[in-house]
């Protein structure tokens, strides 16, 4: 590898750790510890806007606690509801992950679009696509995606939904993303993760993202070819390892798909 190319590999493993922006204090529900909140977000949401909704946000010894009545799941849920009232939160997907606590303990679920302004950690797939040859599929995202629209991706990325095993999604994730089944493709391996810590735009830039990424590998068999199903995807393209190197160093791809990829080729 080039000495340019291993500059630029660090820069993008140093983008995916950054500080937050602004400070923020862990957010608890019912003694878990679950995610992390800007001030200036709990301001602008407003403790009208969370009592209509059925909740509290009360700052003690240095932690925000969510209050109001029901499990954690509907606390969570009435919150993300105050929030969408609010302009402040992401994409609404009516999507439920998990929600899990610092030992990594499932303790609620809540929808997506709010995830990333409360700081909870998610966890997604990817698949890297081969065709026979060694040469590797990649996607173009649709223009509307609400992140990194028009880029370039790995042939299949997606959240790993509550009710979810990773196995799980990567089957739901490939075919909707890719119209490709599972137990039809070849040489199926786990290849690793990469872990995102980084300040996120949405609430208006107060967000801010933690995310494990699962990779995956496989070969696609050369009697089938990726054909999107859902309408998230532009088109497919199969790229040689020469021409995936020069399409990752110039910056087409996406920064969760650039540390997959380079980590696939071994870099």
């Not at 679920?109 to 990333?116: L, S």
């Not at 880029?151 to 739901?172: F, Y």
């Not at 496989?218 to 190197?245: C, H, M, Y």
């Amino acid at each position: 590898m080039k000495q340019e190319t291993r500059d630029w590999l660090q820069q993008r493993r140093n983008e995916s750790y950054q500080e937050p922006l602004r400070p923020r204090r862990s957010l608890c529900v019912q003694g878990h510890v679950i995610g992390s909140l800007d001030a200036d977000f709990v301001q602008q949401l407003g403790g009208a806007a969370l009592a209509a909704h059925g909740v509290q946000l009360h700052l003690s010894e240095g932690q925000w606690l969510l209050q109001g009545e029901g499990t954690a799941t509907e606390k969570l849920n009435r919150l993300a509801q105050a929030m969408r009232a609010a302009g402040l939160a992401g994409a609404w997907r009516n999507e439920q992950l998990a929600v899990c606590n610092t030992s990594d303990q499932m303790v609620a679920t809540i929808e997506r679009g709010a995830v990333r302004p409360l700081g909870i950690a998610t966890r997604a797939v990817h698949l890297v696509g081969l065709s026979p040859e060694g040469a590797v599929w990649v996607q173009q995202r649709a223009s509307n995606k609400a992140t990194n629209p028009d880029m370039w991706d790995t042939l299949m990325g997606g959240m790993v939904s509550a009710q979810d095993s990773l196995p799980d999604a990567l089957a739901r994730e490939t075919w909707e993303e890719a119209g490709l089944r599972i137990h039809e493709l070849e040489q199926l391996l786990h290849g690793g993760h990469v872990q995102f810590s980084r300040p996120c735009d949405e609430a208006e830039g107060r967000g801010y993202m933690l995310e494990r990424i699962d990779w995956c590998s496989a070969t696609v068999p050369a009697s089938l070819k990726p054909r999107n199903q859902d309408g998230e995807v532009q088109r497919f393209e199969l790229l040689t390892l020469d021409v995936l190197e020069d399409w990752l160093v110039q910056g087409r791809f996406t920064p969760e798909a650039t540390l997959i990829l380079a980590a696939y080729m071994g870099w």
